[in-house]
């Protein structure tokens, strides 16, 4: 390992592109940590001669291995995208939902309930079609979930009476 | 600039005594110029790229903040907890908690800072536990614990051995230092007391950058040489 990268590296003067180079050579070179702590030592005792001289850092290390301690970042996101995000998930969430509750009530029979309701329905309201056409189960249980769900709505038909 | 140019005199750039150093330096933070090298701009960029490096899983990133800060955070520690293999312990549980909360940090702030914080907490949960109470004077004073002047200093909690290998690795140092050709003293001196940039001490010693590198390399490795004898030794004590 080069140590003379690893001291102007130390000052924050090396290259960013050679950074990963020195800490990929640190994975198999354990000799730099020594290298790195001394230097440090020196510039500290420089400054503050009473300075302590403690190895903490194997302690740590070996603690943080026997925790299995893993440390991964978490992206960041910034407050509008989580927002938007959170609206466009939930919305499409909310669509598959009616979706699939939909398709669950078209697949599964009517329970008697629901079939004497549709009866009664079908009894009070004009034809669904002047056509008469004869709507299969599935649509016309669709069709009476049509009318209770949407009061807004009439299934109505309309007639356009043909030019002779 | 021209506090130190004062100081050191127009013709002479050689190692001044040290209270001349001193002084310039003091006066330079107080008139807010100073650049000391723990809270450069280049110092604060070096620790975040470590940290991201460690926030993706590289745990020796990690070691080597933790190699840098150690002394410096068990000197806070000391200022709470005076007792010295209690502060080491602390110091350690600071590390580890830090570590575990990096997934956290932003890097909006310098990791030093947030660092403090932690070891200052830290500490301050030990004497919690301990049956220590704190008072408003308390709090306000491990805020500035660090700078605070009044606080015991470091020799007073230090165990006879612990001071007798302070002074001895000071010698080293400074024997060494002096030892040293004047270009190799004149360049640590500038970036590790005065925590000038490569660029600044070209311009000061008028020579590339390139060579400002390599004076500094040189002059810490011959350092190095005579101090390493004593911090093996070191390692294998406890204080």
């Not at chain 1, 996101?77 to 669950?104: C, E, N, P, Q, R």
């Not at chain 2, 220590?132 to 308390?138: E, K, L, N, Q, V």
């Not at chain 2, 002047?149 to 020799?155: H, M, V």
Request: glycine letters at 4%; charged letters at 25%.
């Amino acid at each position: 390992m080069n140590i003379e990268q690893l001291s102007a590296w130390m000052d924050g003067e090396l290259n960013r592109d050679l950074e990963e180079k020195i800490l990929t050579n640190w994975l198999v070179d354990d000799s730099s940590a020594e290298v790195w702590n001394t230097y440090h030592v020196i510039g500290e005792v420089l400054r503050e001669p009473d300075i302590t001289i403690v190895d903490l850092s194997s302690r740590v290390m070996k603690a943080i291995e026997l925790e299995n301690i893993e440390c991964s970042a978490v992206p960041v996101v910034d407050k509008m995208h989580s927002v938007y995000g959170s609206w466009k998930f939930w919305g499409i969430a909310a669509s598959l939902l009616i979706s699939l509750t939909g398709v669950g009530f078209l697949l599964s029979p009517p329970n008697p309930e629901t079939k004497s309701l549709m009866l009664a329905q079908e009894n009070s309201t004009p034809p669904v079609s002047h056509a008469n056409i004869d709507l299969p189960q599935s649509s016309a249980y669709y069709v009476f979930l049509h009318h209770e769900v949407s009061p807004m709505s009439g299934f109505q038909t309309v007639d356009y009476p043909i030019a002779q | 600039m021209s506090v130190l140019t004062s100081v050191l005199g127009a013709q002479s750039l050689g190692i001044p005594r040290e209270g001349e150093v001193n002084a310039a330096v003091r006066s330079r933070v107080h008139n807010g110029e100073g650049n000391l090298s723990d809270l450069s701009d280049s110092n604060k960029e070096l620790d975040r790229r470590l940290v991201v490096q460690a926030q993706a899983g590289n745990k020796k990133a990690f070691e080597l903040l933790v190699v840098k800060y150690q002394r410096k955070l068990l000197r806070l520690v000391n200022r709470f907890v005076h007792d010295a293999s209690e502060a080491e312990d602390v110091t350690q549980e600071a590390f580890i908690k830090a570590y575990r909360a990096l997934k956290s940090f932003r890097n909006e702030s310098a990791f030093y800072t947030w660092l403090y914080r932690i070891a200052v907490n830290t500490a301050k949960n030990h004497l919690v536990s301990r049956g220590h109470h704190f008072t408003t004077h308390t709090v306000a004073a491990s805020e500035e614990a660090e700078n605070f002047e009044d606080a015991p200093t470091l020799k007073d909690m230090n165990t006879p051995e612990a001071l007798l290998m302070s002074r001895q690795l000071a010698e080293t140092v400074n024997s060494s230092m002096s030892e040293l050709p004047e270009e190799l003293r004149t360049a640590i001196h500038l970036r590790e007391i005065e925590g000038m940039s490569y660029d600044e001490i070209a311009n000061i010693m008028n020579c590339p950058i390139g060579t400002v590198r390599s004076r500094i390399f040189r002059a810490r490795e011959a350092i190095a040489t005579k101090l390493r004898p004593q911090l093996d030794v070191s390692s294998d004590r406890r204080w």
